[in-house]
């Protein structure tokens, strides 16, 4: 009976509750009004402009859309395999480097600096420098064991760059751990390294999803980035349409091919976000 009565909710309760229903659809009917009015603005202003027909002619030309979807469609796999290859590795060096910067006995200084250094000068050279002086000079040098491919040298461009970001990331992660818990690992008669696996980083790693697949979004837009350095990738291809019909369209198609990939990975991290913020609370 006491089990049973904590389950019927009260009178006033189920006020609210009808309260809140009733707000958040009034609240989303006015949301879902202005956003469709504010849309419709949008596109009298846009279409009943002086240029207008060039522009559509320009941009949205359907020919043009359907002759180029397949070969942008072949080159977007492209950015998808330098995406897939690099972000593995990625995780993998920046996990590493975030490891280096946490150990702290002194034999390891030089591995730190080293880390530290790495960090500062890969987060503060824009990706596309790295990716011409990676894609240009590597293979300019003619060591042994060098690639030459222009994909796997673009891998290893997005793979420097990121690196450095997703380590701050995970160090960040590995900060909000509680040092009690390191103690408390410590005292049970843990290693440092046994410690920072079982402990540590299985917590950090939960706490950083949300911004490392924020990094990752950005990682997927930046292989179009690698075309600068000879990669036939779906931005490379929209160009090569583009330069000989004088078209534009085909960069609106591999535009809506990168948006079907990453607004689904966007909404993802959304989610992880708010079941975070909703443990949190909890």
């Not at 593995?88 to 280096?100: D, E, K, Q, R, T």
């Amino acid at each position: 009976m006491k089990g049973t009565a904590g389950r019927v909710k009260s009178e006033r309760q189920v006020e609210r509750e009808k309260l809140r229903r009733k707000r958040a659809l009034r609240s989303g009917s006015i949301a879902s009004a202005s956003t469709f009015v504010f849309l419709v603005l949008v596109v009298l202003l846009i279409t009943n402009s002086p240029g207008w027909d060039r522009v559509r002619e320009t941009f949205f030309s359907w020919e043009a859309f359907t002759e180029a979807l397949p070969d942008v469609v072949a080159g977007f796999w492209t950015n998808i395999q330098i995406f897939l290859i690099a972000e593995p590795l990625i995780l993998l060096i920046g996990l590493l480097i975030a490891l280096v910067r946490e150990v702290k006995a002194p034999v390891f200084f030089p591995l730190r600096a080293l880390a530290v250094v790495y960090v500062d000068v890969f987060r503060g050279v824009p990706t596309l420098l790295i990716i011409l002086l990676v894609g240009f000079g590597l293979p300019a040098l003619q060591l042994q064991g060098v690639p030459k491919d222009e994909i796997a040298l673009g891998v290893i461009a997005l793979t420097l760059s990121y690196s450095a970001y997703v380590a701050e990331v995970f160090r960040a992660g590995i900060g909000t751990v509680h040092p009690s818990q390191r103690s408390a690992a410590r005292s049970l008669g843990l290693s440092h390294g046994q410690t920072m696996r079982h402990v540590v980083l299985p917590q950090a790693v939960r706490r950083v999803v949300p911004p490392l697949l924020n990094d990752f979004v950005s990682l997927q837009k930046d292989t179009a980035l690698v075309s600068t350095i000879g990669v036939i990738e779906s931005l490379r291809q929209a160009q090569i349409y583009a330069s000989s019909k004088f078209n534009y369209t085909p960069y609106l198609v591999a535009a809506l091919l990168f948006i079907l990939l990453t607004i689904p990975m966007a909404r993802f991290t959304d989610y992880l976000a708010a079941r975070s913020e909703r443990r949190r609370g909890a």
